[in-house]
């Protein structure tokens, strides 16, 4: 019989300082929708990530999906919305990564190219980087990263090959990973963030997306909230008003837009959490380096991620041995430690992708069958630690 669950992927961590914060912001608003709070939480991101802009949405999700439509708009369509090179434009993703940061390609009009993995950051793996840019017939138009689990992706080895390619980052699960210093998310054009309650900190629900570009900012502003040009800054819609002056500004819809907006109450929210990130990340980054020091006990038997940079969203095993993985992940459960499969493995055999060669990929596929992963935060004690060695010592020797 399986124990009660005491070691869960996330715990709730909105506690009653933050709870009192919603409740006084509620006594004292009439306005719930996007508005003041907002705005404060958007600046005040930016300033912690370390971009010009910083725009607040409903779901990391809908963050992949805003950036996407407006680096399709701002870079590669005319105003028709036909592809400028007479084809879409090629984006190389991760053949191990999130389904909302796939789908909305697929949705805008990309044209994919799935790269294999590598088993030590969980990037792209250098010589499926180097295959794919010889032997395409078309270049690489953008490198869409993502950091996964925590994991900064090697920048400077992405660039190498795909130098004139853009580079737009998905960072849902590793706010604060840093490359060589600095942090993941400020690398390329753009970046995008989640703050689901299983991430490294929550808003109840929302995402953002980060940029240093006004007029991409502008832009996303404008397809935030349906297309309306009163949503962008008072020089651009000026602007645009002028160009159609026949057009009540009021309702001018200059791009094709959506509902992404978030609410005040979810931003109060992020703000509280926001001045606690930094720590948390801190205490994520020591539980992986505990992690990593109990699974080299057992020599070989495991891959294990670098924790240079690492923020560490969650504790991932990588068995060499599959049935032995399958031994622990059951025993795991057994004694109440929440598991999940490593991400969806490799997203090419998901139905909604349906790849003709899914087996390509070696180590997505390796992934797909032999890796799991459990929860890593801020509330996971020493004790928790060390039980989990005995854990796995209980498979393993």
């Known amino acids: 019989m399986r124990k009660n669950l005491d070691w869960p992927l996330m715990k709730n961590s909105i506690n009653t300082t933050q709870k009192n914060a919603m409740i006084k912001f509620i006594k004292g608003t009439d306005r719930f929708t996007n508005g003041e709070k907002v705005r404060e939480f958007e600046d005040q991101w930016a300033a912690w990530q370390g971009t010009k802009y910083s725009l607040f949405v409903n779901s990391g999700g809908s963050a992949n999906l805003l950036l996407l439509d407006a680096i399709a708009d701002a870079f590669f369509r005319n105003k028709d919305r036909s592809w400028k090179a007479g084809r879409p434009p090629k984006v190389l993703v991760p053949a191990c990564t999130w389904g909302t940061t796939i789908a909305p390609l697929m949705q805008v009009g990309y044209e ?140 001018l819809f200059p791009t094709v837009g959506y509902n992404l907006r978030n609410v005040e109450i979810n931003a109060v929210v992020g703000m509280e959490q926001l001045k606690h990130l930094d720590h948390w990340i801190e205490l994520r980054k020591r539980n992986l380096k505990v992690f990593n020091k109990i699974l080299s006990k057992y020599g070989d038997e495991f891959y294990r991620v670098g924790e240079n940079g690492n923020s560490s969203f969650a504790l991932a095993f990588v068995c060499k041995d599959a049935e032995r993985k399958r031994q622990l992940e059951d025993h795991l459960a057994d004694q109440g430690v929440e598991t999940r499969p490593f991400l969806v493995g490799n997203i090419t055999r998901q139905p909604f992708i349906n790849h003709p060669n899914p087996e390509s990929f070696k180590n997505a596929d390796f992934v797909h069958n032999n890796a799991f992963y459990i929860g890593n935060n801020q509330f996971i004690t020493k004790t928790q630690l060390e039980q989990l060695g005995n854990y796995i010592n209980d498979v393993y020797c």
């Open 112 to 251: 994919i190219v799935y790269c294999d993995i590598d088993l030590q950051t969980y990037s792209f793996h250098q010589a499926s980087m180097k295959r794919i840019a010889d032997e395409l017939n078309a270049p690489i138009d953008i490198v869409w990263i993502t950091h996964l689990l925590g994991s900064p992706s090697n920048i400077n080895r992405i660039k190498s090959i795909f130098y004139n390619a853009m580079i737009l980052e998905d960072c849902c699960e590793s706010h604060g990973a840093t490359f060589e210093g600095q942090k993941v998310g400020t690398f390329g054009e753009g970046s995008t963030f989640s703050f689901y309650f299983g991430h490294h900190m929550t808003a109840i629900e929302g995402g953002m997306v980060c940029t240093n570009s006004e007029s991409l900012y502008d832009l996303m502003r404008m397809k935030r909230s349906h297309g309306l040009a009163r949503e962008a800054t008072p020089k651009t819609f000026e602007s645009i008003h002028k160009e159609y002056p026949h057009l009540d500004k009021r309702f």
